[in-house]
């Protein structure tokens, strides 16, 4: 299983982001999909999972701002950010892992990750 993240860049604070997440190695669509998000000195959290029937669960931090979601043709994931906050500014990581874990970071495939810094 290979996931590779792309899109994290620095933007000010208000802006917007896509994230996305090439995944390979194994069925896309009968695996369960995350983002989730470590800033220095902090655990790594949760932001959005998205079931297999494409349900999706967010952190209460992103609700409203963050729209996960995949398209299984393309084995792709994606994480649309918009309303970006300087609390934002973290390491994002997407997961993969044929149990739901939903945003519990027990996932058994990740990604490098790739930053995202958000100024004010």
């Known amino acids: 299983v290979q996931l590779v993240e792309s899109g994290g860049g620095s933007v000010q604070a208000g802006g917007s982001l896509r994230l996305s997440c090439a995944a390979s190695g194994y069925t896309y669509s009968t695996y369960y999909m995350g983002w989730f998000r470590q800033a220095p000195g902090k655990e790594r959290e949760g932001v959005a999972c998205?079931?297999?029937?494409?349900?999706?669960y967010y952190a209460d931090s992103v609700k409203g701002r963050f729209t996960i979601s995949k398209d299984n043709a393309k084995n792709t994931l994606s994480l649309q950010m918009n309303s970006l906050k300087p609390e934002d500014t973290a390491m994002y990581y997407c997961a993969a892992d044929p149990v739901s874990w939903y945003l519990l970071p027990r996932y058994n495939y990740w990604g490098q990750g790739t930053q995202v810094t958000v100024s004010s």
């Open positions: 998205i079931d297999t029937d494409g349900s999706t």
